[in-house]
């Protein structure tokens, strides 16, 4: 059986200090006892935060026997995001809407973009339409994929109410998208 997951990744502050801001997450969900404050080996990557008995504020409809799953753990992440879904098959520039297409040419300092934010952190990339640089983590890679610098994941839980990301900026004070997929 494959595993799926409901990711919410944090992109960078305009200023200030990321980590502190982050960390709000893990103190809410924790104090509102949707999950628990121990962990166990129960995520696909490593040891992930157990569900609480209030985990059930988080979504609308249950499904039979999560709560039983070897994996169903809640795992948080911090350091280069970049959360895949599915093939990327274009993206969008926030500042022109151009949209490049994964097959053209112009893809490919798109390509170099994510692979210097991979290996050095850089989150920027040139437009190859309009020329101008912008946050890798501001484009739109049309929920194929999202760049940020903290993640929190959901493993097999019940589908999340779709204001949480809404709820979790509203906590950080970090611009947070959502991401979805299956492994
Ligand atoms: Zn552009």
């Not at 903290?150 to 611009?175: C, M, Y």
Request: with cysteine; charged share 30%.
């Amino acid at each position: 059986m494959s595993d799926n997951f409901q990711s919410y990744v944090f992109a960078d502050p305009a200023n200030g200090d990321l980590s502190a801001d982050f960390r709000r997450i893990p103190a809410y969900l924790i104090a509102e006892q949707i999950i628990l404050d121990k962990t166990r080996d129960n995520s696909l990557e490593g040891e992930g935060h157990m569900p609480g008995s209030q985990a059930e504020k988080l979504y609308t409809q249950d499904i039979d026997r999560w709560r039983e799953l070897d994996v169903n753990g809640v795992t948080f992440r911090s350091g280069r995001i970049v959360e895949v879904s599915s093939d990327l098959a274009e993206c969008r520039c926030p500042h022109c809407n151009t949209v490049i297409d994964a097959e053209s040419e112009n893809f490919e300092a798109v390509s170099a973009a994510l692979d210097r934010f991979d290996n050095e952190g850089i989150d920027l990339l040139s437009c190859p339409a309009c020329s101008r640089e912008t946050k890798l983590s501001d484009w739109d890679f049309s929920d194929a994929l999202v760049v940020g610098r903290h993640k929190v994941t959901f493993w097999n839980w019940p589908r999340l109410k779709p204001d949480l990301a809404h709820r979790f900026e509203q906590i950080s004070g970090l611009k947070c998208h959502y991401i979805e997929g299956r492994i």
